[in-house]
């Protein structure tokens, strides 16, 4: 019998590297030149969005009194409303690139120092909800993954689903209702009580106090999208073959669950995260209105009440740049965290 001819096959040989630092380097370009196109569009629509709103920017400053026209010209010509529109977007995006934001009409101040000075009352308060919102829904997700069915399960992921639900300025009020004016437990509005509080250390309390109810009023409404997620992503981790081994090797289930699923499951969840921080401080408007925290959401309020352009102008710009800043934080670091992301 005779030998069949061979012919030598090739063999296939791995591909030369594919310049991952190139590859990575052109997603970081794209995700913050995306982020940039973001924030120009955010500028434009935030200039002419407020020129259309109705009434006399000059005759809301002065609160409609009556004047004469050399006042009211020589107030026009003050913040720069005598001159057509397109120039008046040129002075404010030259204004703007040099981090001046304008004038505020009601309180006559800089919107740039406005800002920053309510600006750290909105980062304690979305800050405490974010961490105990975050904190609470990992836990009570893997929980309930873990006991899929259960009742644990179902009444976790039904209360959730119920505060999700609930508008925020609603729960707000019924918190106000009944432990603030029935039970009397905690103030109804404000930051610090009237007239302060002497001392570092009973004015720490006096601020926590004040904290309680609009941070646990963001939680309420916030941690049942973290809950959701991490349940989601553990039931899909549960069936790995990994979890399989892990338990062939005698571990015990609580140890499988923390050291194996948990942590392949929060990578959905992270980027979440991040993305949720920018919409939470974006979100704070109703929450602050309601409790009268004076941060930047409640600035926001009064702003539009007047409304004061300029205020407005600010103070859109700082929420939505937060927003913009953690979607591209979200991007960055997902691929950062994820090995199949990178190798993508």
Same mark, same amino acid.
């Given at each position: 019998?005779?030998?069949?001819? #061979? ?7 791995? %591909? ?24 120009? !569009?955010? /500028? ?24 004469? %026209?050399?006042?009211?010209?020589? !107030? ?6 005598? &001159?057509?529109? %397109? +120039? &008046? ?11 001046? +934001?304008? #004038? ?19 980062? *304690? *308060? ?5 961490? $105990? ?23 976790? #992921? ?12 609603? +729960? ?31 004015? @720490? ?11 646990? =009023? ?25 979890? =399989? =081994?892990?338990?062939?090797?005698? +571990? ?15 990578? %959905?969840?992270?980027?979440? $995260?991040?993305?949720? @921080? ?7 408007? #109703? @929450? ?13 309020? &009064?702003?539009?009440? /007047?409304?004061? $352009?300029? *205020? !407005? ?15 591209? !934080? ?15």
């Amino acid at each position: 019998m005779s030998e069949l001819p #061979t012919t030598a096959v090739p063999v296939d040989r791995a %591909p030369p590297p594919s310049g991952r630092g190139r590859g990575t380097g052109a997603f970081v370009a794209r995700t913050l030149g995306g982020g940039l196109v973001s924030i120009a !569009l955010i /500028v434009v629509l935030g200039f002419f969005l407020f020129r259309v709103l109705p009434g006399d920017p000059v005759r809301t400053m002065t609160r409609d009194r009556p004047g004469n %026209p050399e006042q009211l010209a020589r !107030l026009r010509a003050e913040f720069g409303l005598d &001159q057509p529109l %397109p +120039l &008046q977007f040129v002075d404010y995006v030259v204004d703007l690139a040099h981090g001046d +934001l304008g #004038t505020s009409y009601v309180y006559s101040r800089p919107v740039t120092t406005i800002i920053l000075e309510r600006l750290g009352p909105t980062v *304690l *308060l979305t800050g405490t909800a974010l961490v $105990i919102a975050v904190a609470l829904g990992l836990w009570l997700g893997s929980r309930a993954a873990w006991r899929h069915g259960s009742t644990f399960d179902r009444l976790a #992921t039904g209360t959730a689903l119920v505060l999700w639900s609930v508008p925020t300025f609603w +729960l707000g009020l019924i918190a106000l209702m009944v432990f603030s004016v029935g039970l009397d437990l905690f103030p109804t509005g404000g930051m610090t009580s009237p007239g302060g509080v002497e001392g570092f250390l009973p004015a @720490v309390l006096d601020v926590a106090h004040h904290l309680v109810l609009p941070s646990l =009023t963001m939680v309420a409404v916030v941690y049942a999208q973290y809950l959701m997620v991490m349940r989601s992503s553990l039931l899909e981790e549960m069936t790995a073959d990994y979890l =399989t =081994t892990a338990r062939a090797k005698g +571990l015990r289930e609580d140890l499988v669950r923390r050291r194996h699923a948990v942590p392949n499951a929060l990578l %959905p969840t992270v980027t979440i $995260i991040f993305l949720h @921080v920018g919409l939470v401080i974006a979100g704070a408007v #109703t @929450v602050e209105t309601v409790f009268s925290w004076p941060g930047l959401g409640l600035l926001t309020y &009064q702003a539009l009440a /007047v409304p004061d $352009i300029p *205020l !407005l102008q600010g103070t859109l710009i700082a929420l939505s740049v937060a927003v913009v800043l953690m979607n591209v !934080l979200a991007d960055l670091g997902y691929r950062l965290l994820d090995p199949r992301v990178r190798a993508t």
